[in-house]
Every structure is written in C-alpha cells, then in structure tokens.
C-alpha cells in the first residue's frame, strides 16, 4: 500500500474482524444494533534524508538515506445503537429515527527500527481514538410492483450528525529531541 504519491513510505495490515447485529420490532417501533471487535498486525516501511544546506551562518550536515521498519498491533471495538417509528405515508413510509455509535481504535507504541542505526527514525506513544457520534434523521421508503411477483424497494435517508470526539492526531516524537513533536492532525 503506497501511502503518499512520491514518497518511499509503504505499510502492510493484516487483520480480522468479528462482528454480531441485532434488530427488534414492535409494531412500526424497531430498534437495532451491532457489536464489532478488529484485530490488525501493522507494519510500516520508509527511506528518509536530508538533503543538508551549506549556508554560512548554519550549515546544516546532510544525512543520507536511512531505511526505517516499524511494526505494531493495533484493535478496535465498536458498537452502534439506532431506533425509529416508521409511519405509513401512501406507497410508502415516513420514519424518523436516533442513532448512537462508540467506536475505539487503539494502536501500541512502537519506534521504528533501522539496521544503520540512523537519525530519523519516530518514535509513537500508544494511542486509543475515540469516536462517539449522534444522529437524528428521517427515512423515506416505498415499494413498488414491477410486475407479477416482482417489486422494487427504494428507500433514502438524510440526518444530522454530531461528533462529540473529533480528535484523530497522531503524535511522533524524534528520539533525543527534547520533546520535539511532530504533530499530525487527522479525521
């Protein structure tokens, strides 16, 4: 998997998932849910340098490329829970609905690894993402005989979403750079 165009940064996952569903009706009122459990095996692979400048008030040393490997588990669980009333409108049906949802993704620490021993290498606190979003919205159904025995079912959806936990960072750290993070915002 190349993960930017024209760079020399590739990973592997390896994974699996187990996951059960679960819906109820009581009259028009349905709830339903889900529970989810991942476990992957990651791995990363990348060459660095620095290409160094020799300015005159701060020449900087170059550094040549550097072939780093880093390898990590990570595992995620996951649970949604949704319910509506659906109202019959015609040929079809009205049906306002809530949902909730908690997802958790978590990732081992890990540093990354070269047979040079070189200095570019990250290191990775553990980190578990959570994400915990709301939704509110309306379903619009109908179904629809196209002959015989046969009918088509169509149905669309629109609703709000709130995300109480927005935050996807990822922190690497140099090793030996007092603290210096390279902070890498994500959604």
């Not at 889900?34 to 550094?63: C, E, H, K, Q, W």
């Not at 009333?85 to 015609?90: A, C, E, N, S, Y």
């Amino acid at each position: 998997m190349l993960l930017g165009a024209g760079r020399e940064t590739s990973g592997n996952i390896i994974g699996g998932h187990a996951g059960a569903y679960g819906a109820h009706k009581w009259d028009q009122f349905y709830i339903n849910g889900s529970l989810a459990m991942d476990l992957y095996s990651n791995t990363t692979d990348r060459f660095t340098s620095v290409p160094g400048a020799s300015g005159p008030l701060n020449p900087v040393p170059a550094i040549t490329r550097e072939h780093w490997t880093g390898d990590f588990m990570s595992a995620g669980f996951g649970t949604s829970l949704e319910a509506g009333w659906r109202q019959p409108i015609g040929a079809g049906a009205l049906t306002p609905f809530a949902g909730l949802q908690f997802q958790a993704l978590s990732m081992q620490a890990f540093s990354e690894k070269s047979a040079s021993d070189g200095a570019l290498g990250l290191d990775f606190d553990s980190r578990t993402v959570i994400s915990l979003p709301v939704s509110l919205g309306l379903q619009l159904d109908t179904t629809v005989a196209v002959g015989g025995t046969t009918t088509l079912q169509a149905w669309g959806r629109a609703a709000w979403q709130h995300e109480f936990k927005p935050d996807r960072s990822v922190e690497p750290h140099l090793p030996g750079s007092a603290g210096l993070c390279l902070r890498r915002p994500g959604r």
